[in-house]
């Protein structure tokens, strides 16, 4: 650790956080790839866009640094509503060290608190090292929108009250009320999804049952896009099934990169970090050594003929009956030519969207049925997944892909599925930007 930065730490200590900035000006100065200056910076600031900024740079610097990650996953629990443990600054704690028959040494590290994690700044180190936290947090909790589930049960006191009405005076006419009542309660409870989010791992909730897995646990991740979830295996063959149609469930993907991006593409490991996904890492909080994700080689992601297509078999016929209705039914003529133009815009739309990508060391391509186009990580200005709700309550997610110039560039459908696509671009961007 650079020498300013650990003289910043001290005046943070001290209270005089000007000082401490100048200092990280200072080395930032001379080196803008200072990872522990960027950490430190972010710990100092009071601003919300400006530390998760900073926090942002030292992923970019080092896409595996723990407290970094920490201190991201802090943030988004107190934006969506939680009990964030943040303190603002460097807070020096008691050290955590184990038991010593001698008086400790003065080469002992001193240990301060940053966010969440104890962090150990020490001069032998070039990375900080992350003891376990004390305390039990409240996990993050993410369902289905609160409207739809009311509307549901409204629609189901209503038929029910009226078929228990119409009952009372003839049972054989009431019977299609209950049934009806009956249906839409099934439909309302398969709406009552829900996902818990916490420092162990993940929790899924069911219509009548519930599991969880640990984050270093998950050895493998499957899209399921026919019942609309996301499936996490473990080693013992249990299986974790996250709803994709929770509110916010994007987040859920980011937090579930943030903790393990090897399950996100092809990532080589330094020695130092060792088998991520071992179980005798299970939810410890400790990191050590000097990590990094690196990329090499092409990877090819294919959207599928369905996803790409499938939309043909709808639209294709009712293109052609619309057709056959302008000249056989002139009394329907302006309705039927609309719904030609219409079905040949769908049928053009395909032609326009990305079908192919490939992802080489600082380079992105893009392919649609007119040609490629190709990006390089500095071009690309963000990366995000996003949903959209159609009128049943019914959610889409797409990854979304902001280049610095031009339009915005939507992702859905491919083969290897959505989430795993987010995370191999987003642990690809994040390598690769800061060089």
Known sequence: MHQFVQSAIEAAN??????ATDFIKQVLAANPNDADAWLVLAAIIDEP?????????????DPTN??????????????????????????????VMPPSKGPPSSSSPILYQTTLPVVSFSSE?????????????????????????????????????????VTSQNFINGLPFLAIALLMG????SFSPKVEVSEKGIRAFGTFSSSEIGWYEIIKIKSNTVKRRLELSGKNDETVNVSTQVSGYPRIVEMLRQRRPDLFGKVESSPAQGNFSSVDHHNAPTVTGNTSAVFTGTKIFKKSFMAQYGSYFLVVPFCLVSAWSVYAEPQYKVGASIAVLFCLLMIFLPFFQVSQLKVEPDKLTTE????????????????????????????SNYIHVQPAEGSAISLAGFSEGDEVLYGFLTNWWDAYKAR
Request: net charge positive; aromatic share 10%; proline share 7%.
């Open 368 to 395: 649609t049925f007119f040609g490629e186009k190709e990006y390089s990580v500095r071009q690309i200005k963000d990366i995000s997944m996003k949903t959209i709700r159609d009128r049943g309550g019914r959610a």
């Open 186 to 189: 099934l439909t309302a409870l």
């Open 125 to 165: 180190r070039t990375k900080p090292k992350i003891a376990a936290r004390p305390g039990t947090e409240k996990p993050l909790v993410f369902k289905y929108p609160l409207f739809w589930r009311v509307l549901m049960y409204v629609f189901v006191a209503f038929f029910g009250c009226i078929g228990l009405l």
């Open 14 to 19: 001290q209270g005089d956080k000007n000082k």
């Open 66 to 95: 723990q407290i970094a990650r920490e201190e991201m996953l802090e943030m988004d629990r107190a934006a969506m509503g939680g009990n964030p443990t943040f303190m603002p600054g460097l807070t020096p704690v008691s050290p």
């Open 49 to 61: 866009v400006r530390k998760r900024q900073c926090l942002n740079r030292v992923l970019a610097l």
